[in-house]
């Protein structure tokens, strides 16, 4: 099946697209397309125009300092992975990236993309939602900046505005005495995620657990992120307050069945994956540590 008819624009620079996309009627902006052009194709949705944004220069660039990671609506989701200074300062990115699909779809979606498409069963927009991000929204009427809990409204859906582009993410940097960790179960690799569970750990050099962060793909309706630190109020990575942190984690989040699995079994797996993925992150804050003090001296 091909798509339905549509106008196809190019623009060269971001102020052109703005103004295009503000003038078009029902149209959808092309980045990577690996969402939109499926739904086009099979005409389980038609469109007006399509606006290209594959030649603005300035929406291809990876800006990497102490404080975070900020990258455009055309960065491919390889160039992330890839991108040596992206995982120094900010590891959970390529830990999370590395799940999403195939090489062939990450060497062609966009990072951004992902992110505002708002799939719950999607590992960026999580991570995202973890990291406390922001999303720089632009249209002729000017710029602004979303945070992550003020992204996502529902199912697939965004406070984006109908004339505003994504343009940009900025993702924090992580910090000091910190360690991540992403773990996923899926029926084959590059299938969507059964359920899948990333991980923010502090811990001081002693072993003494600080704070914990954790992000949920495919269990709820929305990218969900569920501070779990009073669970370790006694500041141990026990077995005891693993099994604490997963029911904890479950207060917070509605698995429900599908196709794929039982919201029983998906209530299991937040379970078993939270409790590897804090585990992994706690040993990844320790590893850092040991790492900075040897530096340091």
Do not use: W
């Amino acid at each position: 099946m091909k798509p339905a008819e549509f106008t196809y624009r190019r623009p060269e620079t971001l102020a052109e697209a703005l103004e295009e996309y503000a003038q078009a009627t029902d149209a959808k902006v092309l980045a990577g397309g690996q969402s939109l052009i499926p739904l086009l194709s099979m005409r389980l949705a038609t469109i007006g125009e399509l606006i290209d944004i594959n030649g603005i220069p300035e929406l291809s660039r990876i800006e990497v300092d102490d404080t975070g990671v900020r990258f455009g609506a055309i960065v491919r989701h390889t160039e992330l992975l890839e991108h040596a200074e992206v995982a120094q300062v900010q590891p959970l990115i390529p830990a999370a990236l590395q799940h999403v699909a195939h090489a062939t779809i990450r060497n062609r979606g966009t990072t951004v993309g992902s992110i505002v498409h708002a799939d719950a069963a999607g590992e960026m927009p999580t991570v995202f939602a973890m990291l406390g991000g922001t999303l720089t929204a632009q249209s002729v009427r000017g710029a602004r900046e979303i945070s992550a809990p003020d992204l996502f409204l529902g199912a697939l859906e965004t406070s984006l505005a109908e004339d505003e582009i994504a343009t940009h993410v900025f993702l924090p940097a992580l910090p000091e005495k910190h360690g991540v960790a992403f773990e996923e179960l899926a029926r084959r690799h590059g299938d969507y995620a059964l359920c899948a569970v990333g991980a923010i750990v502090g811990a001081e050099p002693d072993g003494r657990v600080t704070s914990v962060r954790a992000g949920y793909v495919s269990v709820s309706d929305v990218p969900v992120a569920v501070d779990l630190t009073e669970t370790f109020s006694d500041g141990r990575c026990s077995p005891e307050n693993l099994a604490a942190a997963g029911e904890e984690a479950l207060r917070h989040l509605e698995p429900a069945s599908d196709v794929h699995a039982t919201a029983r079994y998906r209530a299991q797996l937040v379970r078993v994956l939270t409790a590897r993925a804090i585990t992994n992150a706690y040993e990844d804050a320790l590893a850092r540590n040991q790492q900075y003090e040897s530096k340091g001296a």
